[in-house]
């Protein structure tokens, strides 16, 4: 069997040594998963390469075509450098790699270090699952070193179409539309029952939910779409179907309306109902278990015990039950 250890050895590119290079003679790898480069981040790169310069030699390979250096590591020192008029860079070449190498190099390379923008990255992990025919997000998440998490992510972003992508890679960071709004509508949009209504287009609803969100009409924060997602989950547990998806309608339509809209009463009381049955039921397991000799100084726990008990027979004479004896 391969070891972990030998695997990652094999798609690690071969170095070579460091020499310094023409700033003009580099070129930007055209896998690099983290094509956003924000001003800000940039200028303070800058102010420190212009104090101590370049201290961290770039990693690049030559591609055996075209005999260039492509930048593996380090395409923000290096726009840098063409910014301050550097005439030279000091590089580390290593042997050129191949597709899959190269891209799982440069997700090792930057997996420490700030987070790049998420839709760069899934479009370079949908490069990766092709060339390896791999989906398995564990399996993908120990080859590329991201996180499990950050891989479901971006196979989630990945089932839009380019359109939506495009919003999330616009170079402007004030026009960029963030992936978190994809992500969290990504459980309304693909669930099972909100997809056999007759009415409900997906991208006719991510469009109407993107204008709703950034003219903050009845979508406040991008966490709302769990909020419709439960609502929706409540009401078929409830057997009201035909209800919620005519709310449902109501609330795509018309952008007065809030996800509060969506909240049947009776859903939401069952919902409740389960909710604090499963508390009771957990309760009702410790007390039965507790070893009452152990708590007897516990005074503060008596006292809300009792309180407890008061509260539970006033409630069910409301209810017009009575305690069993």
């Not at 287009?201 to 950034?214: A, E, H, K, P």
């Amino acid at each position: 069997m391969t070891s972990r250890s030998s695997e990652t050895e094999h798609l690690s590119p071969t170095a070579i040594g460091v020499q310094i290079v023409a700033t003009d003679e580099l070129f930007p790898n055209p896998h690099n998963p983290r094509l956003l480069f924000d001003k800000e981040p940039l200028r303070v790169l800058k102010e420190s390469i212009e104090k101590v310069g370049i201290l961290v030699p770039l990693t690049v390979y030559r591609e055996h075509h075209s005999g260039r250096f492509v930048i593996l590591d380090g395409q923000r020192r290096w726009m840098v450098a063409q910014e301050l008029g550097l005439a030279t860079v000091p590089v580390n070449e290593v042997a050129e790699p191949s597709l899959v190498q190269n891209i799982v190099t440069m997700f090792q390379i930057h997996k420490l270090r700030e987070d790049w923008e998420l839709m760069p990255t899934a479009l370079k992990l949908e490069i990766l699952m092709k060339a390896l025919k791999e989906r398995n997000d564990k399996k993908l998440a120990e080859l590329t070193g991201l996180d499990r998490a950050v891989v479901t992510r971006c196979k989630k972003l990945l089932d839009y179409p380019r359109k939506y992508q495009a919003m999330m890679l616009d170079p402007n960071p004030s026009a960029r539309t963030k992936a978190d709004f994809f992500i969290e509508l990504y459980v309304v949009r693909n669930d099972r029952f909100i997809n056999s209504l007759t009415w409900f287009d997906r991208n006719r609803f991510t469009d109407q939910m993107l204008d709703r969100y950034q003219r903050h009409k009845g979508i406040r924060a991008v966490t709302d779409f769990r909020i419709i997602k439960q609502h929706v989950n409540n009401a078929l547990k409830a057997n009201k179907r035909s209800e919620i998806g005519k709310r449902l309608q109501s609330f795509t339509e018309d952008p007065e309306l809030g996800v509060d809209y969506l909240a049947i009463r009776t859903a939401s009381v069952a919902a409740q109902a389960r909710k604090l049955e499963t508390e009771v039921t957990g309760l009702l397991r410790t007390l039965r278990e507790m070893e009452v000799k152990a708590f007897y100084g516990e005074e503060s726990l008596w006292n809300e015990l009792e309180e407890l008990v008061r509260v539970i027979v006033r409630r069910l004479k409301e209810a017009g039950r009575r305690l069993r004896p």
